[in-house]
């Protein structure tokens, strides 16, 4: 049995830390508030689904490990995905809504996957509605989502699923990976684990390998790719310019799950291609511009674009380099940890106010370039939960 590397007191405790800042999350609309730098929820904003739905994600998980008391608040969140946030008369979820209805009314592969991700974790829990939640979101992400030919998923509709937009891109797809191996652990249906493949062979071991392991975000409806795609929004939260490292990170981990996922049948570039994107990720993205730390993104030929450090691209190497460890048992994965782990403690925990930065500048000074405030503890959660659990194609199914 691998020896694991030793994991620091302070991310043993964190999960719970972050429990505690993100208890008073709830929005009196219903659903997730995007918090603020303390805590405080945003009630002038609208919900947002990827809020709601990673919230509610986080706190199933938490009642999975026996917080059961935190039940009510995977409730707040289902509720919100069956009312609120849901569309009654064309199907599928709004972007996001207010106590009015709809703000961003569009249709996003990226919300249905955080909404099939947060109704597997509450189905597995056994939460009131939680079946029927991700019943209707696999249905959804079937009936409007999935390509078979290229075996991805298209990006964004309009409201009424009439006009589908002229853009794909992996961004959608990697979190409908996450998605469709946790619907498979709590389904027990084999065509999403399968499904999650195609799309990885299509990323990993397309795409990325084609391009020397940067991998391209953006592309046309026939998967063209559109490389200067954003040239002149290069800090876009969702759709940045060039190469985001830590796409690179939550690539690799995704890629070693699915090897779980598929079991005796994973093919061996699974494990390969997960080594070859860690470390590009590692000698394009950290300390590439003299100063400690991950920078966003960077252009083709490694060139840093964005240089702000962003708390989730840690967060990810964190758990990319704790994954590698327990699937090769090499020491190099075990250090990469330790050092992260100590970077996150240093620059990016909050102990004054609560949670991580979200954002530091190229010198490690908080900043809001590309997020405002701490939206909510998906990353850090699954980040420091993840040297609790057992090698797992999903955190729900370590826990469930």
């Known amino acids: 049995m691998t020896e694991q590397p030793q994991v620091p007191e302070w991310v043993r405790n964190e999960p719970e830390r972050l429990l505690a800042f993100a208890d008073a999350a709830a929005h009196p609309d219903g659903g997730f508030a995007w918090l603020d730098e303390t805590g405080r929820p945003g009630a002038d904003r609208p919900v947002e689904t990827w809020i709601t739905c990673r919230m509610t994600h986080v706190f199933a998980l938490a009642v999975a490990q026996g917080r059961d008391e935190l039940r009510e608040k995977v409730d707040i969140g289902v509720a919100a995905l069956r ?191 997960a080594r070859e994107l860690f470390a590009t990720a590692v000698r394009d993205g950290w300390n590439a511009d003299g100063a400690e730390g991950f920078v966003y993104t960077t252009d083709f030929d490694a060139t840093p674009v964005v240089r702000n450090r962003l708390h989730w691209v840690l967060a990810e ?42 954002e530091l500048d190229e010198h490690n000074r908080p900043a809001d370039t590309v997020w405002e405030g701490k939206p909510d503890v998906y990353h850090a959660y699954q980040a420091t939960l993840l040297p609790r659990l057992a090698p797992a194609a999903s955190f729900i199914g370590a826990l469930a």
């Open 83 to 273: 009312g609120l946030l849901h569309d009654d008369e064309h199907g599928g979820w709004f972007a996001s809504a207010n106590a009015r209805g709809p703000v961003a009314a569009h249709k996003g592969a990226y919300e249905h996957a955080f909404v099939v991700l947060a109704a597997a974790s509450a189905a597995a829990i056994g939460a009131d509605g939680g079946r029927e939640l991700l019943r209707d979101a696999l249905q959804v992400v079937e009936n409007r989502f999935w390509e078979e030919g290229p075996g991805l998923v298209a990006d964004s509709w309009d409201r009424t699923w009439t006009e589908l937009e002229d853009y794909r891109g992996v961004n959608a797809n990697m979190h409908t990976v996450e998605a469709m191996l946790a619907a498979a652990d709590v389904t027990g249906d084999r065509v999403w684990s399968d499904r999650a493949a195609r799309i990885v062979q299509a990323v990993v071991h397309g795409f990325a390998r084609e391009h020397h392991w940067r991998l391209p975000e953006h592309f046309d409806p026939r998967w063209n790719v559109r490389l200067e795609y954003n040239r002149d929004k290069p800090a876009d939260p969702f759709r940045p310019y060039g190469v985001t490292i830590g796409h690179l990170l939550e690539w690799a981990r995704l890629a070693l799950h699915t090897r779980v996922a598929l079991g005796d049948a994973a093919p061996g570039w699974l494990l390969e291609d």
């Open 317 to 358: 190497a964190m758990a990319t380099a704790w994954t590698l460890h327990q699937v090769t048992g090499e020491q190099q994965y075990a250090q990469w940890f330790q050092e992260w782990a100590a970077h996150a403690e240093h620059f990016f925990v909050d102990r004054e106010s609560g949670s991580w930065h979200h």
